[in-house]
């Protein structure tokens, strides 16, 4: 989409969103409203977003981040209290406002592939890039030079050939490392998930940054706003594109003054 094309479809969002009967924004963490850190459990968000967050839920919006994270680890490095419902392992889990807590079942033989996916990871001495969560197993390599990353890619990927030619399980890769998971749950099954419960007249939005997001933005295609929140610009399916945090503090201000709050 061109630069004139991506302006008008926000000028356009904006519109909507002033007189919309219910508001909805949905959020990638990791990337989008925090900066990428190679020590994960420093990944704090952007200077004045919880606060933005805040101050947007308080006129009404709903808010709900979906990460790839583990539900409860986005609401220790959110710092929003109470806490935006969440939904987590992309889109695996949802944790809701009142502390309920929901998971998609993972059949048996799905659990145990992966638990011998992190076997295999754990023979080879990978265990401190290893994540293990709910219905995945992804190995990070941030912060690692460019031929480390190869040799470990490329040792992950032979390593996990039989356990993906055995095992009904997908590989993908991230900005930042390879996970497998299940199939069949991605941040696209949350995102219609949340618009069955929503006003089809509402105002509806998706942030996110990499090629886990692109489910998030198909899915969101025709009946709401998607925009790629990353330093660089790159293919996309999003509508449109902001460079975090300035452009990524402005939108989320055009969206708390358009709905009535103030800064």
């Known amino acids: 989409m061109k630069a004139l094309e991506r302006e008008i479809s926000y000028a356009a969002f904006l519109e909507q969103l002033r007189s919309a009967p219910a508001r909805v924004l949905l959020l990638d963490y990791d990337g989008t409203l925090a900066p990428f850190r190679v020590d994960r459990s420093l990944a704090l968000p952007y200077p004045d977003v919880p606060e933005r967050l805040t101050r947007i839920m308080e006129t009404g919006t709903r808010v709900v981040p979906i990460s790839g994270r583990p539900a409860r680890e986005v609401v220790g490095l959110l710092g929003i209290h109470p806490h935006p419902e969440i939904w987590g392992s992309h889109g695996l889990e949802r944790l809701k406002r009142d502390g309920s807590y929901e998971i998609c079942q993972i059949p048996l033989q799905q659990q145990a592939g992966l638990s011998l996916a992190v076997q295999l990871l754990q023979a080879v001495q990978l265990d401190s890039q290893t994540e293990v969560k709910p219905g995945s197993v992804a190995v990070h390599w941030r912060g690692l030079a460019t031929d ?89 399916a999003a509508d449109i594109w902001l460079r975090p945090p300035q452009e990524l503090i402005e939108f989320l201000d055009n969206w708390l003054q358009t709905s009535g709050g103030e800064l």
């Open 148 to 236: 480390q990353v190869d040799e470990i890619k490329s040792k992950i990927r032979h390593l996990w050939l039989p356990v993906l030619t055995e095992y009904p399980l997908s590989l993908l890769e991230f900005d930042g490392g390879l996970e497998l998971r299940i199939p069949g749950c991605d941040k696209g099954d949350a995102i219609r998930t949340i618009l069955t419960e929503t006003n089809p007249d509402a105002a509806v939005a998706y942030l996110g940054d990499d090629q886990t997001d692109e489910d998030a933005f198909r899915a969101l295609k025709g009946r709401g706003l998607t925009a790629l929140v990353r330093p660089q610009a790159r293919s996309t």
